[in-house]
């Protein structure tokens, strides 16, 4: 979602709107519009009229206005436009700036269990004192059977969550009031053996661009040397946070171009930024969105940084919104936009320089060997990931069978630096290094395993094929160790 942070106040009126208010269409300085409007405008006074004098289910006036603004603006076509009526406007900021309303967890579904991948620090979670990995086993009596069941959590502010954990073995209860929380924006790590900064910004609140100068800042006086910049999973915001944003990046250059209602093409500019003289990689997916793509996009042109990951999303529009006299508001594109390269990618997205599908660990890690960091010590289970001993969001599934243990093929291609394929009617796996070597799998020989869609190789295998690849299972902890140098 792009949005401008400074929002037009004035009053903007539908035309539905002037037809309710005034006994004779006007333009704001009095003239008479055109006849052919003027009837128009005519037509939906008269239906109005006749619904309130004859309908037999009496009319709510201001249902039927508010449909009828709906209806307009969804007859252009443009699932970016919308109209909000003042709780409705009031819910869409508050998801831009990452305001919400609940018990202040992160979770995840999978094989069968719910787990607290994390808790958020202040909230009525943490207090309670619920910890990143318990299993969520029952909500408010109703046990936890499937991913749909995360819902029974949400609920009213000032209402009470009833939710039975299992951690470690031992059956815990707590009740939890749901109350309003935010999250920050920007949130970041450095590895010290490597001197590899890594922000990552979930949203362009209209806070972001503060946020991430000061961790920014903070980064640069622990040493940093390279940058990993984490835009996955943000659906944008503000272009005024990405624009201040990418003057840390962008000493003078242009951020984008944009295109108005008249067709003129017009370059959008940073000067008097700062150069921030380092590698810098970005990793994107395909809920990398609107403002996420123009930072992206900017960088990428201007030739600072490289994108690992997948395609983004693809929303090159930038919308305002409009205050109606209704106390309603109105949602408008206003104006497309480009890449510095003039590339409208709208519905199409931006392609990764380095194309990592679907595994966010895996992506991680690409973008780690593309900065730069030689050796690798990975840790992790299904509710948490570590590289050299620093947590990043993210996780490692194993599926074990016995004594054998099997590992995400596409986290094991991403260490080796060589991308992963899977021939489904032979039942083989292959990692092609950047050499060009290839490694087979098969699953027919015990090698390959699949859970969800998704390959598995049997770790002790993999370690005959790259004995630079040490690992270890105890106790439901994965530990992958590997050195390139």
């Known amino acids: 979602m792009i949005m401008l942070k400074s929002w037009y106040k004035s009053a903007v009126i539908t035309l539905l709107l002037l037809a309710l208010c005034l006994p004779k269409a006007v333009y704001a300085d009095g003239s008479a519009i055109e006849a052919a409007e003027a009837s128009d405008l005519?037509?939906?006074?008269?239906?109005?009229?006749?619904?309130?004098?004859?309908?037999?289910?009496?009319?709510q006036r201001e249902e039927f206005i508010e449909n009828a603004i709906r209806g307009m603006v969804y007859t252009l076509d443009d699932p970016y436009s919308d109209y909000y009526t003042e709780e409705e406007l009031q819910e869409f900021e508050n998801d831009l700036n990452q305001e919400y309303v609940g018990?202040?967890?992160?979770?995840?579904?999978v094989q069968g269990k719910l787990y607290v991948t994390e808790v958020l620090d202040g909230s009525p979670a943490k207090a309670a004192g619920v910890r990143k990995g318990d299993v969520i086993?029952?909500?408010?009596?109703?046990?936890?059977t499937s991913v749909d069941d995360i819902y029974l959590i949400q609920g009213e502010e000032n209402t009470k969550a009833s939710i039975t954990i299992n951690r470690g073995g031992s059956k815990l209860s707590f009740q939890i009031a749901r109350s309003h929380f935010a999250l920050p924006a920007v949130s970041s790590r450095m590895i010290s053996a490597g001197?590899?900064?890594?922000?990552?910004?979930?949203?362009?609140?209209d806070q972001a661009d503060e946020e991430f100068a000061v961790h920014l800042s903070k980064l640069r006086k622990l040493g940093m040397k390279s940058l990993v910049l984490d835009l996955r999973d943000n659906l944008g915001g503000y272009?005024?946070?990405?624009?201040?944003?990418?003057?840390?990046?962008?000493?003078?250059?242009?951020?984008?171009?944009?295109e108005s209602q008249n067709g003129i093409l017009e370059?959008?500019?940073?000067?008097?930024?700062?150069s921030l003289n380092m590698p810098v990689v970005i990793l994107t997916n395909e809920w990398t969105a609107s403002a996420s793509e123009i930072l992206t996009a900017a960088l990428r042109d201007n030739g600072i940084a490289?994108?690992?990951g997948t395609q983004t999303y693809g929303k090159a529009r930038i919308q305002n919104i409009y205050s109606l006299s209704n106390g309603g508001s109105l949602k408008m594109t206003?104006?497309?936009y480009l890449t510095p390269k003039r590339e409208d990618f709208n519905y199409i997205g931006l392609e990764p320089d380095v194309e990592v599908n679907l595994n966010q660990t895996a992506q991680l890690i690409t973008a780690m060997h593309q900065i730069g960091l030689t050796n690798m010590e990975i840790s992790g289970n299904p509710w948490e990931l570590n590289i050299n001993n620093i947590s990043f969001s993210g996780y490692l599934d194993v599926i074990q069978d016995g004594s054998k243990v099997y590992a995400s093929s596409r986290v094991l291609a991403a260490l080796v630096q060589g991308q992963v394929s899977w021939t489904a009617n032979t039942g083989v796996l292959t990692i092609t290094e950047g050499s060009g070597k290839k490694q087979q799998f098969k699953r027919d020989a015990g090698s390959v395993k699949i859970l969800n869609d998704e390959t598995f190789i049997e770790l002790g295998v993999f370690k005959k094929s790259y004995p630079n690849v040490d690992w270890s299972y105890q106790q439901g902890l994965l530990k992958l160790k590997v050195k390139t140098k």
Do not use: C, W
């Open 42 to 59: 005519e037509v939906l006074q008269e239906v109005l009229q006749l619904l309130n004098d004859n309908n037999l289910e009496g009319v």
């Open 103 to 109: 018990i202040g967890i992160l979770l995840r579904y």
């Open 137 to 144: 086993t029952s909500v408010d009596g109703y046990p936890v």
């Open 195 to 205: 001197d590899i900064g890594y922000i990552a910004i979930s949203s362009f609140s």
């Open 239 to 258: 272009v005024e946070s990405a624009q201040n944003i990418a003057k840390h990046f962008i000493k003078d250059g242009v951020l984008m171009y944009i």
């Open 267 to 274: 370059a959008i500019k940073i000067s008097e930024g700062s």
């Open 306 to 308: 490289k994108v690992v």
């Open 334 to 336: 206003i104006m497309k």
